[in-house]
């Protein structure tokens, strides 16, 4: 009995969060993990809808160019393919950290998917 409340409870709060990253009311569905994304250290070269913020933070020892790939499967979750805004890396906590703003490229105007 108490296994059942606990799973319940597990399953509950899975859908409370979202469970799998990407909100329902997205303009743009979720991307595999590996997506292309392309990486502007400022403001997009192309007009873009922005979706929301994105954050990597790995460990020391991983490879800057595999967290980097980190943060861009953040971008996937939320249905982008830009990420801007992103600095170099901030050190805390023992972790590296990247930061940036996920984004949509506009699809030319006259252009139906």
């Given at each position: 009995m108490i296994g059942r409340?606990?799973?319940?409870?597990?399953?509950?709060?899975?859908?409370a969060c979202g469970g799998g990253g990407g909100a329902k009311d997205s303009k743009y569905p979720k991307r595999p993990d590996g997506c292309d994304v392309t990486l502007y250290r400022d403001i997009p070269e192309a007009p873009s809808d922005n979706i929301g913020s994105v954050h990597a933070a790995c460990d020391?020892?991983?490879?800057?160019?595999?967290?980097?790939?980190?943060?861009?499967?953040?971008?996937?979750?939320?249905?982008?393919?830009?990420?801007?805004?992103?600095?170099?890396?901030?050190?805390k906590d023992g972790k590296v950290?990247?930061?940036?703003?996920?984004?949509?490229?506009?699809?030319?105007?006259?252009?139906?998917?």
């Open positions: 409340v606990a799973i319940t409870l597990a399953v509950a709060g899975i859908a020391e020892s991983v490879a800057p160019d595999d967290c980097v790939r980190t943060l861009k499967d953040a971008v996937c979750k939320l249905g982008g393919d830009v990420v801007w805004g992103v600095d170099e890396p901030q050190r950290h990247y930061y940036g703003r996920a984004a949509h490229t506009k699809a030319p105007r006259g252009h139906k998917p």
